[in-house]
C-alpha cells in the first residue's frame, strides 16, 4: 500500500523560494515514477514536475527553469524546489506515484495505477 505525504507548504512573497517534500513508504521506492501536480482553487489539476525511476525529468512550461525535481532513495523523500514564485504558482500541490511512467503524467482522474498525497498548500501573495 503506497503512501504519500507531502510538507514544506507556506506563504511566500513573489519572487521567493520553497522547498515541497514528499515522504513516501509502504513500496519499493526506487520502482516507482513520482511527481507533483497542483491544482488551484475553480482550476483543474495539473501536472508541475515529474522524475521517472531513471532519472529524466519532465516540467509543465509554465515551471521551467524556476521549479526543480529531485529525490533522496535513502530518505525515500520526494522535492520540489521551487524559486522565483509567481502569485500563479498558488494551489495545493500533490504528489504522486506510479510504476508507470504515462500513467503517473496522464491528466485523467480516473486512470488506475497511481498513488495521491493529501496535499500541501502553496500561498504566493
Known amino acids: 500500500h503506497v503512501q504519500l505525504v507531502e510538507s514544506g507548504g507556506d506563504l511566500v512573497q513573489p519572487g521567493g523560494s520553497l522547498r515541497l517534500s514528499c515522504a513516501a513508504s509502504?513500496?519499493?521506492?526506487?520502482?516507482?515514477?513520482m511527481g507533483w501536480f497542483r491544482q488551484a482553487p475553480g482550476k483543474e489539476r495539473e501536472g508541475v514536475a515529474f522524475l521517472s525511476r531513471d532519472g529524466p525529468t519532465e516540467y509543465a512550461e509554465s515551471v521551467k527553469g524556476r521549479f526543480t525535481v529531485s529525490r533522496d532513495i535513502s530518505t525515500r523523500t520526494l522535492y520540489l524546489n521551487m524559486d522565483n514564485l509567481k502569485p500563479e504558482d498558488s494551489a495545493t500541490y500533490y504528489c504522486?506515484?506510479?510504476?508507470?511512467?504515462?500513467?503517473?503524467?496522464?491528466?485523467?482522474?480516473?486512470?488506475?495505477?497511481?498513488?495521491w498525497g493529501q496535499g500541501t498548500q502553496v500561498t504566493v501573495s
Open positions: 509502504g513500496y519499493t521506492y526506487s520502482s516507482y515514477c
Open positions: 504522486a506515484a506510479s510504476l508507470s511512467w504515462n500513467v503517473l503524467r496522464t491528466p485523467s482522474n480516473s486512470v488506475r495505477g497511481r498513488s
